[in-house]
Every structure is written in C-alpha cells, then in structure tokens.
C-alpha cells in the first residue's frame, strides 16, 4: 500500500505533464485543440523556438 500510492501519482503527473505538452505543441502549430484550456494569447504569439537534435 505504501507503495502503490506514489506510484499512482507519479503517473498521473506524467499523464498530466505529456497531455499539456502535447497540446502547448498543437498551439503552436496552430492546429486545433479540443478542451476547455488554452493558452493566453501573449504566451501562443511567442516566436517559435527550433531546438536542434
């Protein structure tokens, strides 16, 4: 039991993180995004950033 419960948060940040992630992309792609949370208009207008890999 002592276990199992930071194991449970810990995929749920990790779920949490990757979908906002996933969606802060699609923005600034500027592909739709389904759900009720976007981000402010000073922070979607941002140039975009290539990083190199």
């Known amino acids: 039991m002592s276990v199992a419960v930071p194991l449970l948060l810990a995929a749920l940040l990790i779920v949490l993180l990757r979908r ?3 969606r802060r992309r699609r ?3 500027g592909l ?6 976007h981000l402010p208009a000073w922070l979607r207008n ?3 950033v ?4």
């Open 46 to 48: 941002r140039p975009r």
């Open 50 to 53: 290539r990083w190199k890999r």
């Open 32 to 37: 739709p995004v389904s759900g009720p949370w």
């Open 27 to 29: 923005l600034l792609r």
């Open 20 to 22: 906002f992630i996933l």
